[in-house]
């Protein structure tokens, strides 16, 4: 492995961060200012490491970007920016510690929504918007973003373009990728300032609204309230957050072939349609268990809630607009199953994502049909075209190593003094990237409370989950090392 393009590519990331700091300025200065020159100071360290960084770009050779340098800069990439995006918590006294700090940055970064601030209304305006700026790029990647940049640089960037969005099926929306992430990013842009002007239009202020639509459109969770939406107690604001979930959730390659008229490839795509049915299917499932005994009958009020849970759950958002962790036990397994699809691939979503489960579904109805009739050759179909075995064998070494990593994380957060439904759930959200679980870090509570080895634990499994572990996993393998 090349270390100077890694070094150099990781030092433009940085300038990137540092310069989206600066862009909390103007909301520290309209508000109190207090926190001003900690930001400023933590984005001018960022920019000045970016910059160190980007000096050994000079020697960088003005070639394609290989698969061991992909798979590099995308995971030490996410673990610096963490790094130095949890200077403003510290700088600003938000926390004296580093480890809380960085757990609340690589929380934003990977659009987790865990959080270690217990008020978080107490927080500075500045520093609230620079931890929602954190989930809104994630969301789409720094990674991507950097591909609109690298070829001006000399790089291509397809490498780290596959080891950003790791999985089945990568949709390359045009045929050069720095053109995709443009793409990618405008549609981003575009979504967002849509979210922005209907929740304003709703009575919610810019900066409140600004912030939401940041978190909403990423899948993040971050939100300026202690008590999430359900300061607002809404209806308005909790069906176009729930609605914008559901799109951030939802592959941004089908929202590109809509906003160019063709609105049918939502409908014809397996994925979009087993994330919809199953969605539908939760919600009708929780609504029915907390409608008589939690909102006096109210079906449709229950429907509201449940709506919005649900698909915060399954895109792994981690919204709140209710307290789910005193729900029906039928609710609350509901919820926390569904944490583990996911969202859809080449969304900002978490989780296993709903192409593998589907594909995985369907290859168990596969062989169920092989032990009736042995001699059938009935391939595994998606979207009308057939699944290499290949990619079949991959997405159950996926399932295996997701399910070992989980087995092992919940095993070590219950030897911390954890109770088992904590630890599962807190495993499975940060996994999944959704933040909030069930027990002592339900969606009302908080992770401050665990100790720093958790937290340290958990910040693994969120990044793990983000990059989808293979991208994690490799930099293990003595194969990757060698030459």
């Not at 989950?465 to 293979?470: D, K, Q």
Request: with cysteine.
């Amino acid at each position: 492995m090349r270390l100077v393009p890694v070094l150099g590519v990781i030092g433009f990331l940085l300038i990137v961060v540092g310069v989206a700091m600066l862009t909390a300025l103007p909301f520290s200065y309209m508000f109190d200012g207090t926190d001003f020159q900690p930001i400023l100071y933590s984005a001018l360290i960022t920019i000045a490491a970016g910059v160190a960084l980007m000096l050994f770009m000079k020697r960088m050779p003005r070639e394609e970007l290989g698969v061991r340098e992909g798979f590099a800069i995308v995971t030490f990439g996410w673990v610096v920016v963490a790094l130095f995006g949890s200077l403003p918590f510290l700088f600003t006294g938000a926390t004296t510690s580093f480890t809380d700090a960085y757990f609340e940055t690589i929380s934003g970064f990977t659009t987790t929504g865990s959080s270690i601030f217990t008020d978080v209304e107490s927080l500075s305006h500045g520093l609230l918007y620079w931890r929602a700026l954190t989930h809104w790029l994630g969301g789409m990647g720094i990674i991507v973003l950097s591909l609109a940049v690298l070829p001006i640089l000399g790089i291509g960037g397809m490498q780290l373009f596959k080891a950003e969005v790791a999985g089945p099926t990568k949709d390359k929306l045009t045929p050069r990728v720095a053109e995709t992430a443009r793409l990618l990013w405008g549609l981003y842009v575009l979504l967002t300032a849509v979210e922005t002007g209907l929740l304003m239009y709703g009575g919610m202020s810019f900066f409140d609204a600004i912030c939401h639509a940041f978190a909403t459109i990423s899948t993040g969770g971050f939100s300026t309230k202690n008590a999430s939406l359900a300061t607002y107690d809404s209806a308005y604001f909790d069906w176009i957050v729930t609605l914008f979930m559901f799109i951030g959730g939802t592959n941004f390659a089908l929202h590109y072939s809509a906003l160019k008229g063709n609105v049918g490839s939502y409908f014809k795509d397996n994925e979009f349609m087993f994330f919809l049915i199953s969605a539908i299917v939760a919600v009708l499932i929780v609504t029915l268990s907390i409608s008589p005994g939690f909102y006096e009958g109210d079906v449709m009020r229950a429907f509201r809630y449940a709506a919005f849970n649900v698909v915060s759950v399954m895109t792994c958002t981690g919204f709140a607009n209710a307290d789910f962790a005193v729900w029906a036990p039928l609710a609350q397994v509901v919820l926390l199953f569904m944490m583990f699809p996911g969202a859809s691939a080449g969304s900002t979503g978490g989780g296993l994502k709903n192409i593998r489960v589907l594909l995985l579904l369907k290859t168990g109805v596969n062989e169920l049909k092989k032990l009736v009739h042995p001699k059938i050759v009935s391939p595994i179909r998606y979207n009308g075209r057939m699944v290499e075995q290949d990619t079949l064998f991959t997405v159950g070494g996926f399932l295996i190593l997701y399910l070992i990593t989980f087995s092992t994380a919940s095993i070590i957060l219950t030897a911390t003094g954890l109770d088992i439904v904590t630890s599962m759930s807190a495993v499975a959200a940060s996994m999944a990237n959704v933040g909030p679980g069930l027990g002592t870090v339900g969606p009302m509570a908080n992770y401050a409370h665990l100790t720093d080895f958790a937290k340290w634990v958990l910040g693994a499994c969120m990044l793990l989950g983000r990059l989808e572990i293979f991208t994690v996993f490799a930099l293990f393998s003595s194969a990757f090392w060698k030459r």
